[in-house]
T-cell receptor, first 113, second 122 residues
């Protein structure tokens, strides 16, 4: 199974709150999990990425939590700001799979004042 | 971080004509580039993998004769939409793999995306 399931489809968070987006996968051959942020009319920008040998990675306000046994990973945005309002995509890549990324369906985040 | 550019950023063309979109890696060499298509409020759909010096590999359902890909150098890949029709109107995004990105001593094989090209076929 190549699919990566992402939820929720949309999310509204108050400024200063925590935004949480979840992804799940089936294929245990995936070994690289990046998150991308996309603003309207722009290409996706790499936010943060993790490999399955660690359970958590933090960069600034962004944290990836990874649960290998459950085949789930999530993005946490701490102290969410209106400027974080964008669409977020999780993705997964198979080692030796030609570097192809399998994307989740996306989460539209809106951070309200 | 690595920068990928696309040109043009938006293009309007008449039905039946061909349109060429360029993707360039500006500060690194990319042996592999990818072309995606994205419809409004949808995820990215991989169209093809472009390898420098060899033929592109197309995903199932993507017409290779309609979407011509050329990866002429380590910094340039082009996508030509031939005989474009209104249903080809979409947002086309390329990405380039930086083979030298590392983190914690490991190669990340990170893909960096271009800003996208919005194509409208009348």
């Amino acid at each position: 199974q190549q699919q990566v399931k992402q939820s929720p489809q949309s999310l509204i968070v108050q400024k200063g709150g925590i935004s949480i987006i979840n992804c799940a996968y089936e294929n245990t051959a995936f070994d690289y999990f990046p998150w991308y942020q996309q603003f309207p009319g722009k290409g996706p920008a790499l936010l943060i990425a993790i490999r399955p040998d660690v359970s958590e990675k933090k960069e600034g306000r962004f944290t990836i939590s990874f649960n290998k046994s459950a085949k789930q990973f999530s993005l946490h945005i701490m102290d969410s700001q209106p400027g974080d309002s964008a669409t977020y995509f999780c993705a997964a890549q198979i080692k030796g799979g030609g570097n192809k990324l399998t994307f989740g369906t996306g989460t539209q985040l809106k951070v309200e004042l | 971080g690595a920068v990928v550019s696309q040109h043009p950023s938006r293009v309007i063309c008449k039905s039946g004509t061909s349109v060429k979109i360029e993707c360039r890696s500006l500060d690194f060499q990319a042996t592999t580039m990818f072309w995606y298509r994205q419809f409004p409020k949808q995820s990215l759909m991989l169209m093809a993998t472009s390898n420098e010096g060899s033929k592109a590999t197309y995903e199932q359902g993507v017409e290779k004769d309609k979407f011509l890909i050329n990866h002429a150098s380590l910094t340039l890949s082009t996508l030509t939409v031939t005989s474009a029709h209104p249903e080809d109107s979409s947002f086309y995004i390329c990405s380039a793999r930086d083979p030298f990105t590392t983190s914690g001593g490991k190669w990340l094989e990170t893909q960096y995306f271009g800003p996208g090209t919005r194509l409208l076929v009348l």
